[in-house]
Nanobody
Framework: QVQLVESGGGLVQAGGSLRLSCAASGGTFRRYDMGWFRQAPGKNRDIVAAISWSGASPYYSDSVKGRFTISRDNAKNTVYLQMNSLKSEDTAVYYC??????????????WGQGTQVTVSS
């Protein structure tokens, strides 16, 4: 059982940056591929970025490619999401999740509680 706790959300002006962190405990962090998702009010939850257990082959959604960077530090049991050039449409609750198996959302078995990111224009 893995517990995930996100931090780093907040209010930022358009064009600004934030770095989200997700600290894992209670399991072997390096066993899991990790993902960041977001959900805006009235919208579905969508994947933003994902990273394998080794840190190789990161994935980004088209909407954040070139602006967001996912990384992980297995020694610190933490995954990060560096968000640059933020836009108002990035406003959402951001969740980290841990996955074992194929890269489909149903394989993300463990979820954090979420952290709010609000981008003002």
């Amino acid at each position: 059982q893995v517990q995930l706790v996100e931090s780093g959300g907040g209010l930022v002006q358009a064009g600004g940056s934030l770095r989200l962190s997700c600290a894992a405990s209670g399991g072997t962090f390096r066993r899991y591929d990790m993902g960041w998702f977001r959900q805006a009010p009235g919208k579905n939850r969508d994947i933003v970025a994902a990273i394998s257990w080794s840190g190789a082959s990161p994935y980004y959604s088209d909407s954040v490619k070139g602006r967001f960077t996912i990384s992980r530090d297995n020694a610190k049991n933490t995954v990060y999401l560096q968000m640059n050039s933020l836009k108002s449409e990035d406003t959402a609750v951001y969740y980290c999740a841990a996955r074992v198996g194929a890269a489909v959302e149903s394989n993300y078995a463990y979820w954090g509680q979420g952290t709010q990111v609000t981008v003002s224009s």
